[in-house]
């Protein structure tokens, strides 16, 4: 009998903690508040190539677009670079010197990384109830635990998951450990800095993230730690590409009534299924208002690397970055770079729109926005 009592009390309790772990979306609370990303920022986050994971020619094929957006953001704000070790902070700090580059607005963290893309992996700022900025660090798994295509080997996503709690010790702020509640990149979401969030569902409900986690779960606690309560979900499409397909490539807020992305023609040759796009087009803010829409071509062409090797597929200008007096724009040596640089330039008349190459990196499967990630401004 007593065993038969322990048993049922041990349910109990693992039930509790269930619901305490991933609670109803009416029941939770708003905690903390994720800022839009045009607001003011202190700085901008880089983690810079390295050889230590894949070599030295892809560190070298990628150094110009790292030398690039630098250019670019230290007459903007802060620019804060993570570099593997001492000598490639050595080395990073010679080419910025040899481009003519003042660093009075650089400053370095040496931490180990495995890859550059600190949208995914790097500090998520929030501010709490009283407006104090705190690092939110939720898990980063590489992908959902990926294999290298050429190698075949597991992606090595450890060093780079360690980055937030790194900084938020660095920098003496609350971290908020999230590591065991979801495991989502930032490349995953678009908050609109007024309520509402829009995401793909395949790549956060996805068993190789988050196993088991219904959407009302993740709603809950989206609202909880990112002040959200309202969504925009896409279906998306677990195992088109690494990331399974992340939001940020193809629509953006522009800003709280604006929505950027693509032609449905265009949207269609980006592998975005009809019934996503029919969402999408369809979208609402959380008072029910339609959103204005902002639609950026493709590029003409197929991307070519510098090197000319033909990657087979365009190239999206959706995934741009907006610092506080500059937004860098994907370019990929084509006709529609123009063409693109013009459209976003008119969204943001206050800055200035630099294109920024991104060819090499695209081969890797990623452009601006998926390399960079804001501090708010304290």
Known sequence: MNLIILTLLAVISTSCDEKEQYPDDTMTETLYRMPEESEMHEGTWLQWPHQYQYGTAYRNSLDATWVEMTKALVTSEKVHIVAYNEAEKNRITHLLSNSGIPINNVDFKLYKTDDVWVRDNGPIYVRDKSGKLVIEDWGFNGWGNKTDEDSGE?????????????????????????????????????????????????????????????????????????????????????????????????????????????????????????????????????????????????????????????????????????????????????????????????????????????????????????VTQQQPAD
């Open 154 to 370: 597991l992606i090595e996503s450890a060093n780079c998951n360690k980055i937030p709690a790194k900084i938020a010790a660095d920098q003496g702020r609350t971290l908020i450990d999230l590591n065991s509640t979801m495991i989502n990149e930032g490349g995953s979401v678009e908050v609109d800095g007024h309520g509402t969030l829009m995401a793909c569902k395949s790549s956060i409900l996805n068993s190789n993230r988050n196993l088991g986690m219904t959407q009302q779960q993740a709603e809950a606690i989206f609202k909880k730690y990112l002040g959200v309560t309202h969504f925009i979900w896409l279906d998306g499409q677990a195992g088109l590409d690494l990331t399974d397909q992340h939001i940020d490539g193809f629509a953006r807020f522009g800003n709280a009534s604006t929505i950027v992305t693509m032609e449905q023609e265009d949207l269609l040759d980006f592998d975005v299924k009809q019934s996503d796009i029919n969402t999408l087009y369809a979208a609402k803010n959380k008072n029910g208002e339609a959103f204005h829409f902002v639609k950026v071509p493709l590029t003409q062409h197929n991307v070519k690397k510098t090197d000319g090797k033909d990657l087979g597929y365009k190239g999206s200008y959706i995934n741009y970055y907006i610092a506080n007096n500059k937004v860098l724009v994907p370019n990929y040596n084509d006709p529609n770079d123009a063409v693109a640089n013009q459209i976003i330039q008119k969204l943001y008349p206050t800055r200035t729109v630099v294109g920024i190459d991104v060819r090499n990196l695209y081969a890797n499967g990623g452009m601006i926005h998926c």
